[in-house]
Nanobody, 123 residues
C-alpha cells in the first residue's frame, strides 16, 4: 500500500503563490499516474490536474490553466503542485491521488489518496 502525505497548505493572499507537496511512502509511485483534486464543503471533489508516470501533464481543469503546474520527482517519490496567482475561489482542501483506475460515473478513480491539506486564499 502507498501512503500519500500532502503538505504546504495554509493561508495566502489573493495573487500569491503556494506549492503543495505530496510525498509517497510504502511503495514507489513512479509508475503511477498521479493527480491533485480539491474539494470545498458541500461540493463534489474536483479534479485539478493530472500527470502521467512519464511526466506528461494529461489534464488541467479550465479554472487553473495558466496558473497551476504539476510536477513530479520520482527519485523523491513526490509530486508537487505549484499554484500561482491564487484566487479566493481556489480555497479548498487539496488531495493528492495515485494510481489511476479509470472512470466511474464520469469521475476519475484512484487507488490511493492522501488526507488532504487546506488551502485558504484571502481576498
Amino acid at each position: 500500500q502507498a501512503q500519500l502525505t500532502e503538505s504546504g497548505g495554509g493561508l495566502v493572499q489573493a495573487g500569491g503563490s503556494m506549492r503543495l507537496s505530496c510525498a509517497a511512502s510504502g511503495r514507489t509511485v513512479s509508475a503511477y499516474t498521479m493527480a491533485w483534486f480539491r474539494q470545498v464543503p458541500g461540493k463534489e471533489r474536483e479534479a485539478v490536474v493530472r500527470i502521467s508516470s512519464a511526466g506528461s501533464i494529461t489534464y488541467y481543469a479550465d479554472s487553473v490553466k495558466g496558473r497551476f503546474t504539476i510536477s513530479r520527482d520520482n527519485a523523491k517519490n513526490t509530486v508537487y503542485l505549484q499554484m500561482n496567482n491564487l484566487k479566493a475561489e481556489d480555497t479548498a482542501v487539496y488531495y493528492c491521488a495515485a494510481e489511476y483506475l479509470g472512470r466511474d460515473n464520469g469521475r476519475d478513480k484512484y487507488k490511493f489518496w492522501g488526507q488532504g491539506t487546506q488551502v485558504t486564499v484571502s481576498s
